[in-house]
Nanobody
Framework: QVQPVESGGGLVQSGDSLKLSCAAS????????VGWFRQAPRTEREVVAA????????YYSGSVQGRFTNSRDDTKGTVYLQMSSLEPEDTAVYYC?????????????????????WGQGTQVTVSS
């Protein structure tokens, strides 16, 4: 069973950068479609980015397009979310999720119900 584990969150200032990592306990994340989501206080969880199993197809929400970069290193079984030009509005708990049936799939997924395994989340706080 794939169990994503996020790391890399923290407290930064507006304009700073931060890199989140998503690895997995159990079976590897290698070649699985992975999505990044976030949830700010008193809001619904929303998609941030997604990447397909091959790493060549990526999705970004409009609010992070041009600032966040999704990548993966399948030799390490790790997916990354590089976040730049962070804003206070980016403050949230960030979650990594995987579609465990998507190994080597060309598709990426940006809907929450398309992911069947989720990490516990990592807090990102951006101060102004």
């Amino acid at each position: 069973q794939v169990q994503p584990v996020e790391s890399g969150g923290g407290l930064v200032q507006s304009g700073d950068s931060l890199k989140l990592s998503c690895a997995a306990s159990g079976r590897s994340l290698s070649n699985l479609a992975v999505g990044w989501f976030r949830q700010a206080p008193r809001t619904e969880r929303e998609v941030v980015a997604a990447i397909n199993g091959g790493g060549l197809r990526k999705y970004y929400s409009g609010s992070v397009q041009g600032r966040f970069t999704n990548s993966r290193d399948d030799t390490k079984g790790t997916v990354y979310l590089q976040m730049s030009s962070l804003e206070p509005e980016d403050t949230a708990v960030y979650y990594c999720a995987a579609n465990s049936r998507s190994r080597y799939s060309t598709a990426y997924y940006y809907r929450q119900y398309e992911y069947d395994t989720w990490g516990q989340g990592t807090q990102v706080t951006v101060s102004s």
